[in-house]
């Protein structure tokens, strides 16, 4: 397998989700990871052991107190030869550290930093999490907690996207430079089939169709998907009822078992999926 980053070493200070994740999609395109973990942990340790081997496997760990006047030592050692710093903590937290971008492109010119924050200047030092997020875009319907950190994976994504474009951007010779990825930006992001209407309450998308909705069977749910004209048309046809609307539709598909409207879906090429219980 191609590894586009082979010979790039990457320091990541960066704890918990987002960059953690952005991390390992650097690892996977071959860089030298190297992840530094204050003599604690990482919490993500604590809050999900399994995940957090996953997310960390392939990678140097180093056990550093940064906030020591040893520890700075050793992580400007690490630095010296790193192309990107990754980091998860907020502007004034880097500050006290010593890592702030004037400080640090001074010490390492060569260096890019990528900082994942939750708000973009000049909020960039307010305090925020991916359930905040969501819920001042709309996305949370409560009192339902969301299944999916989309702000946190959606960020991470982009600090990886970001993160190679400064790395080709030096290997084309240009400065090197610091991207901030603002995990709020990020949710803004996966929010725009709400904001444009697709998924608000009457759009295409919200379940008012009766060809794009969630229905009942005799052992569960089936997500039906037939928004296109030639799925529609064959979801009516083999359905066979005399009148195509929503409340006909779930009277029909209540009469069989999710497993047995899956079957009869990938006979008929129709989108259809039992929807996974918890």
């Not at 010593?98 to 200047?121: D, I, Q, R, S, T």
């Not at 929010?191 to 919200?206: I, M, R």
Request: glycine share 6%.
């Amino acid at each position: 397998m191609f590894k586009p980053l082979k010979n790039i070493t990457i320091v990541t200070i960066a704890l918990n989700l987002p960059g953690p994740l952005a991390a390992k999609r650097f690892c996977e395109l071959g860089a030298n990871v190297v992840k530094v973990e204050p003599p604690q942990g990482d919490p993500f340790e604590q809050y999900c052991p399994e995940w957090y081997a996953q997310l960390n496997e392939g990678q140097q760990r180093e056990v550093i107190d940064i906030k020591s006047t040893e520890g700075r030592a050793q992580l400007n050692t690490l630095l010296s030869s790193a192309t990107l710093l990754l980091t998860a903590q907020r502007p004034a937290a880097l500050e006290r550290l010593g890592l702030g971008w004037n400080e640090l492109h001074e010490k390492f010119p060569l260096l890019n930093h990528l900082a994942v924050v939750g708000y973009p200047p000049p909020n960039d030092n307010h305090a925020g999490h991916d359930l905040t997020y969501q819920a001042a875009l709309g996305l949370l319907n409560p009192p339902h907690m969301p299944k999916t950190l989309t702000a946190d994976l959606a960020g991470a994504e982009r600090a990886a996207f970001e993160g190679l474009a400064m790395i080709m951007a030096t290997r084309e010779g240009a400065k090197a430079s610091q991207t901030l990825v603002a995990l709020s930006d990020a949710a803004d992001y996966m929010a725009q089939p709400f904001n444009y209407g697709l998924t608000s309450d009457g759009g295409l998308l919200s379940g008012d169709l009766a060809e794009y909705d969630l229905y009942e069977t005799l052992d569960g749910w089936v997500a039906v998907a037939a928004l296109e004209s030639h799925f529609k048309t064959k979801f009516k046809q083999q359905l066979a009822l005399k009148s195509f609307n929503k409340q006909e539709v779930a009277i029909r598909l209540k009469q069989k078992s999710s497993s047995e409207w899956v079957a009869w879906a990938n006979q008929q090429d129709i989108p259809l999926v039992a929807v996974k219980k918890d």
